[in-house]
């Protein structure tokens, strides 16, 4: 398994959205499962709304993904 992050846009201004895109890769062997993506918020940031199945938990963010295939890809915003 592996996670990139990126953001935009960058720099955000003061009153804007700033926009996290996480992507999570699974290189095998096994097909994943039960995997969670787990992301700290910075107390600064209100959180508006992500895509996919995720919940708020003590300001972290955490996305499920129920299972994952070796090859696949699965991204939340």
Not at 22 to 50: D, K
Request: no cysteine; glycine share 10%; hydrophobic share 50%.
């Amino acid at each position: 398994m592996s996670l990139s992050v990126s953001a935009a846009p960058e720099p955000v201004g003061v009153g804007s959205n700033l926009v996290y895109f996480l992507t999570v890769s699974n290189a095998g062997p096994s097909v994943a499962t039960s995997a969670v993506i787990s992301n700290q918020l910075p107390a600064s940031l209100g959180f508006v709304s992500a895509t996919g199945f995720y919940y708020l938990s003590n300001g972290f963010l955490l996305v499920n993904f129920a299972s994952l295939a070796v090859g696949a890809t699965g991204s939340v915003q």
